[in-house]
């Protein structure tokens, strides 16, 4: 079992920036990725970034490439999501993801989920 809690959404102007963490813990192995999702009004849920449990690879949405950026902390269970330049469409439930086996990008690859946190950006 591994459990996922998110802090950091909150409500910004078009163009300001937020920071988004994600801390997972409990029967973590070797082999894990970890990812943000998001799920906007009315839209279905898509991945944004993932990251690998060592670090060595990354994918970004095309939406959300060269704004947002991923960063694992010391202990590598914990994730960070910088998001700048933020748009009204970046408006959404942003979820951490805990992929067991492998990659992230699908709601299918994930197994556990965080509660999820509300990023508002006005125009």
């Known amino acids: 079992q591994v459990h996922v809690v998110e802090s950091g959404g909150g409500s910004v102007p078009a163009g300001g920036s937020l920071r988004l963490s994600c801390v997972a813990s409990g029967n973590i192995g070797n082999g894990y990725y970890m990812a943000w999702f998001r799920q906007a009004p009315d839209k279905e849920r898509e991945g944004v970034a993932e990251?690998?449990?060592?670090?060595?690879?990354?994918y970004y949405a095309d939406s959300v490439k060269g704004r947002f950026t991923l960063s694992q902390g010391i202990a590598k269970t914990t994730l960070y999501l910088q998001m700048n330049s933020l748009k009204p469409d970046d408006t959404a439930i942003y979820y951490c993801?805990?992929?067991?086996?492998?990659?992230?990008?699908?709601?299918?690859?994930?197994?556990?989920w965080g509660q999820g946190t509300q990023v508002t950006v006005s125009a």
């Open positions: 990251i690998s449990f060592g670090g060595g690879v990354t």
């Open positions: 993801a805990f992929c067991v086996f492998g990659p992230c990008r699908r709601n299918s690859d994930v197994q556990y």
